[in-house]
T-cell receptor, first 117, second 111 residues
Framework: NAGVTQTPKFQVLKTGQSMTLQCAQD?????MSWYRQDPGMGLRLIHY???????DQGEVPNGYNVSRSTTEDFPLRLLSAAPSQTSVYFC????????????????FGAGSRLTVL | TQLLEQSPQFLSIQEGENLTVYCNSS?????LQWYRQEPGEGPVLLVT?????EVKKLKRLTFQFGDARKDSSLHITAAQPGDTGLYLC???????????FGAGTRLFVKA
């Protein structure tokens, strides 16, 4: 099984450009989410989805859009990139509520490193 | 806003030493997870604890969930260079979908 696949692995953008980070999972997980990881700040939740057609905001949603048209895919769109969005982005998925009283056991992709100049 | 504070932020020790990493919050969580992350990769789940006072062991790693479900600790016995990595605690609440993470403890074990 591939698990969670993120593309691209590296990307450099200029301020104001737009782009989409792709995320796909083959585990039939209902839950998918996007995090950004910055030095000293851990992982911060951007957006999440609990199923096709359902998305909601996390801690730091501004500047990012998401959609969930299928169970497998959860792309993250940057509409107008800013230097503050330079970060490593992680997509994660989970099978909701399995095994541990509703705990979300997250499976992460390998990350996408984005630099905005 | 729920916060998870990890300490220490950085730890450099010799092979064979013991260490403890702490994860503290003022909020109650229904479960806490510990993840380990290596450079260039995503975090990988080590353990989930759900019951106050629960202790789980994974080889040389011992995880404990506080009685009040507000804190957790990770103890490593006889650390090895292969334990080097970033250790992250994460918490969520039953029925909620916003797993939050601590800032992490970066561990370096010297041979």
């Amino acid at each position: 099984n591939a698990g969670v696949t993120q593309t691209p692995k590296f990307q450099v953008l200029k301020t104001g450009q737009s782009m989409t980070l792709q995320c796909a999972q083959d585990m039939n997980h209902e839950y998918m989410s996007w995090y950004r990881q910055d030095p000293g700040m851990g992982l911060r939740l951007i957006h999440y989805s609990v199923g096709a057609g359902i998305t909601d905001q996390g801690e730091v949603p501004n500047g990012y859009n998401v959609s969930r048209s299928t169970t497998e895919d959860f792309p993250l769109r940057l509409l107008s990139a800013a230097p503050s969005q330079t970060s490593v982005y992680f997509c994660a998925s989970a099978n909701l509520g399995v095994g541990f009283s509703g705990a979300n056991v997250l499976t992460f992709g390998a990350g996408s490193r984005l630099t905005v100049l | 806003t729920q916060l998870l504070e990890q300490s220490p932020q950085f730890l450099s020790i010799q092979e064979g030493e013991n260490l403890t990493v702490y994860c503290n919050s003022s909020s109650v969580f229904s479960s806490l997870q510990w993840y380990r992350q290596e450079p260039g990769e995503g975090p990988v789940l080590l353990v989930t604890v759900v019951t106050g006072g629960e202790v789980k062991k994974l080889k040389r790693l011992t995880f404990q969930f506080g009685d009040a479900r507000k804190d957790s600790s990770l103890h490593i016995t006889a650390a090895q260079p292969g334990d080097t990595g970033l250790y992250l605690c994460a918490g969520d609440n039953t029925g909620g979908f916003k797993t939050i993470f601590g800032a992490g403890t970066r561990l370096f074990v010297k041979a």
